[in-house]
């Protein structure tokens, strides 16, 4: 139930209806005795000024109705209070009202703290049983990183990886499968699902034939095809972690950009809550963007008549909090005017609660966009710092609130507070992903994807599954496809395009290239190294590439475990990789006209 003495914001004063009855605390329990004289009185004018105001949907326009507060105005307006109390909380039942408006005036006090939530930042490998996942995921366990599985067979994965294994039981190839839920925490992938190709016949189920160079098989798609692996597969994928991880540009929580939009229910809570005169509104004004668009505008009059000092307006709490964990803080995009504002953050569905604030500075006249880093918020509970109060939690934001107000916190003042009417146009609130971005999406693909359709290449000179393309469901046409998904999706990346992968061991000479034209072979062991390696560094972000060893296929590479190679750093590589190289610069040159 929303808090009718409230104290909500700032922690001014009480309200009026607190002053009058909150000097003696036998006098409260006689006024409100439930058959009191009192007690009925006032039962009858909630009544009649709650079925008055409902009746003529006066609540239902907070968002609306014009700004007619002034600065002069002195008497409480009990209308405006109940209307604030019905649009954050519904019509409120009159026993529950007058229960909770007693149980606070005979104890005033803060409400419970948050509790903390424990948050991990997982690392999901998808295809944890293959040749390169199982390796991704021993490397990450070793690291002591948290890692999650996402495999079609739970045996075999607990058989292959341990019984312990953190792991989500679900198919690419079926959306229904995999469950947002199991997606929670979650901040970086490896995806090192492949379609399978196999023998036709003639092999060992193993392939051990094969392994030794006896036999070269015929090869066959095994079980789904490309299309639904490499691409409808992919799509699922991206969809199921979206959310999850993050995209480059961030999230719109609220504003007008390009072709989005995206409304919040904002309602006025200003100093009318502590008994004082100030009022605002929030309105979408429709041509009031920097480029002639639509806009949010916070505007009202501000006045300190009865105590009181700031406006406000602030969100609904929102049906599912919003997890923003994988971001780094929220972006406001608006039109200052040479004042201190505050943005308040809650993580608690209850009212009166720790807000975690951040005040910042405009520019008079100057569209600005506004970073507040979450590190930067701080607790604060009627415009007092809360020293023992638990870490801001970005997973579990429930609402927001932007407030102009005379207080900053601990006692002091506003420097730019000015008494009067304000507007604040804001176009848009944004979670961001900080600069030096990492890739939060790393995919291993292959070598050769743009070759089946390069005009001029000779197809004898190519790896088998060049050749072969079509016979094998159009193998590289979809892992191509699968990888453009990759690119479009917002989602910072990495493409890792292995030759021919080998069982030998990690530690040879790399040879790390753009534009889909080496052939060779690498180690799987060496993949999965240089996956891990991508996840943390920001020279690999948004780049594909292709790795091969220097040592050729006629040459086996062996290590000494006695002696064995120096780790690299992968940076070294990374660091020469260049944005947009596809390939697919050559699929889209134009003939040469003659």
């Known amino acids: ?35 009191s004289k009192q007690f009925l009185q ?30 002069s105005k002195q008497s409480w307006d009990f209308g405006r209070f109940l209307k604030t109390l019905y649009f954050f909380n519904g019509p409120p039942s009159h026993s529950n009202f007058f229960e909770f408006l007693i149980a606070k005036l005979s104890s005033p006090k803060a409400s419970e703290p948050v509790k903390a939530m424990e948050t991990s930042d997982v690392i999901l490998v998808a295809g944890a049983t293959g040749g390169v996942g199982r ?16 495999v079609r067979n739970e045996e075999k994965a607990k058989r292959m990886l341990g019984p312990d294994v953190d792991l989500i039981v679900g198919d690419i190839t079926k959306e229904s499968t995999l469950v947002p839920e199991h997606f929670k925490g979650v901040k970086k992938v490896i995806n090192a699902v492949s379609v399978i190709v196999g023998p036709k016949e003639g092999d060992t189920p193993d392939r051990a034939k094969y392994s030794q160079g006896i036999k070269f098989f015929e090869p066959e798609i095994k079980g789904d095809s490309p299309e639904m692996v490499e691409y409808l ?23 007008f950009e390009d072709n989005l939009s995206k409304e919040l229910p904002w309602g006025a809570l200003d100093d009318v809550v502590m008994g004082g005169v100030s009022e605002s509104a929030f309105q ?18 501000v006045s300190t008549k009865n105590n009181g000092g700031f406006t406000s307006i602030r969100t609904r709490n929102f049906s599912v909090p919003e997890d923003l964990s994988e971001y780094d803080g929220l972006e406001l995009r608006l039109k200052g005017d040479g004042r201190r504002y505050k943005l308040i953050v809650r993580i608690s569905p209850d009212w009166d609660t720790v807000g975690y604030t951040a005040s910042f500075d405009t520019v008079k006249g100057q569209w600005q966009s506004i970073r507040l880093p979450f590190s930067s918020l701080r607790p604060i ?11 801001f939690d970005p997973s579990k934001i429930v609402s927001l609130q932007l407030m102009f107000s005379k207080f900053e916190y601990d006692g002091k003042l506003n420097p730019t507070f000015v008494e009067g009417p304000f507007e604040l146009p804001v176009s848009s609130i944004r979670a961001y992903i900080q600069d030096r971005i990492t890739p939060r999406f790393v995919h291993v693909s292959s070598a050769g994807v743009t070759r089946p359709d390069r005009p001029g290449l000779d197809l004898s000179k190519q790896p088998p599954a060049v050749r ?42 790399l040879i790390f290239d753009q534009g889909d034209n080496i052939t060779g072979k690498i180690s799987r062991e060496e993949v999965a190294r240089i996956c891990i390696a991508a996840l943390e560094s920001p020279y690999a972000c948004d780049k594909t590439f292709e790795v091969k060893s220097v040592v050729p296929f006629s040459e086996p590479f062996t290590v000494d475990p006695e002696n064995p190679p120096q780790e690299k750093d992968y940076n070294i590589y990374f660091k020469n990789l260049k944005d947009g190289i596809t390939g697919k610069e050559a699929l889209e040159q134009s003939p040469l006209l003659v």
């Open 381 to 391: 509970f009627r415009a007092r710092t809360v020293l023992d109060a638990p870490p």
């Open 468 to 509: 072969l393309n079509k016979e094998l469901g159009f193998i590289l046409t979809f892992k191509l496809k699968g990888e453009d998904l990759i690119r479009e999706s917002g989602i910072p990346y990495t493409i890792i395009r292995p030759c021919a992968l080998t069982e030998e061991p990690a530690g040879a000479d």
């Open 42 to 71: 006032l039962n009858d004018r909630l009544r009649s000024s709650l079925y008055h105001h409902t009746k003529n949907s006066y609540f239902l326009q907070t968002n609306r109705r014009p700004i007619v507060a002034e600065a």
């Open 135 to 150: 390796r991704v995921v021993d490397i990450l366990r070793k690291k002591g990183l948290p890692v999650r599985v996402l």
């Open 1 to 35: 139930m929303l808090s009718a003495t409230t104290r909500i914001s700032e922690g001014f004063s009480s309200s009026p209806v607190v002053r009058r009855f909150s000097k003696n605390t036998s006098h409260q329990r006689l006024l409100f005795h439930p058959h």
């Open 233 to 255: 597969g992919m799509k699922n994928l991206l969809n199921a972690v979206k959310k999850s991880i993050g995209l480059r540009n961030g999230k719109l929580l609220f504003g």
């Open 284 to 301: 979408i004004y429709p041509t009031g963007s920097e480029n002639g668009g639509p806009t949010g505008l916070f505007k009202g009059v």
